[in-house]
């Protein structure tokens, strides 16, 4: 089944405290992004990758990293994490380099930083 | 910068009336436009896109959506509106005159089918 994997789903962690949120998509695409998703602010775009060691900074990358060794994976990389990065998190990706292909998510990630 | 609107945050409709969802947008250059549909503990969905061509977009699950340049709107519809249809509805954009611009969301709207 074409997919988009994330793991967790559930994380509860405390200020200061590393974490990576995994990320992994088995249709060969070769564009994937995070974004989060906050109440009344709908999606925004924390990094993008077009490719292989190919990456770059959505709209709110602040205080996240994100690396791009494989095709396939995607992982988030949160460094010190602070409550204000408490949020549902989601992984994306499409086929091609065209943006007109829609975009695959995952299920999500709810994170909550104490 | 490319920007879209939703400006219901929550739109109630009785089951088997038609529904309607608004969304504008803001781009340079002609817009790639597309519906996402969101279910309780589950990530995004999409339910259809526009290009180019004929205004009128038909998608998943009876959906459909209206491009209209003059307005930049692209609302969604469905004749009929069942329970199951209660979700949370995005509508996002895209400019290919922006380059690598990611797809930009608008805050989203629930819609609350009630029987």
């Known amino acids: 089944e074409a997919q988009v994997t994330q793991n967790p789903r559930y994380l509860i962690t405390v200020t200061g405290k590393k974490l990576t949120v995994t990320c992994s998509q088995n249709?060969?695409?070769?564009?994937m992004s995070w974004y989060r998703q906050d109440p009344g602010l709908g999606l925004r775009q924390i990094y993008y990758s077009m490719n292989v060691e190919v990456t770059d900074k959505g709209d709110v990358p602040e205080g996240y990293k994100v690396s791009r060794k494989e095709k396939r994976n995607f992982p988030l990389i949160l460094e010190s994490p602070s409550p204000n990065q408490t949020s549902l998190y989601f992984c994306?990706?499409?086929?091609?380099?065209?943006?007109?292909?829609?975009?695959?998510f995952g299920p999500g990630t709810r994170l909550t930083v104490l | 910068a490319q920007s879209v609107a939703q400006p219901e945050d929550q739109v109630n409709v009785a089951e088997g009336n038609p529904l309607t969802v608004k969304c504008t947008y803001s781009v340079s250059g002609n817009p790639y436009l597309f519906w996402y549909v969101q279910y309780p503990n589950r990530g995004l969905q999409f339910l259809l896109k526009?290009?180019?061509?004929?205004?009128l977009v038909k998608g998943s699950y009876g959906f459909e959506a209206e491009f209209n340049k003059s307005q930049t709107s692209f609302h969604l519809k469905k004749p009929s509106a069942l329970v199951s249809d209660s979700a949370l509805y995005f509508c996002a954009v895209s400019a290919p005159l922006s380059g690598n611009t990611p797809l930009v969301f608008g805050k989203g709207t629930r819609l609350s089918v009630i029987a």
């Open positions: 526009y290009i180019t061509g004929d205004n």
């Open positions: 249709m060969n695409h070769e564009y």
């Open positions: 994306a990706s499409r086929g091609g380099d065209r943006l007109y292909n829609e975009q695959f």
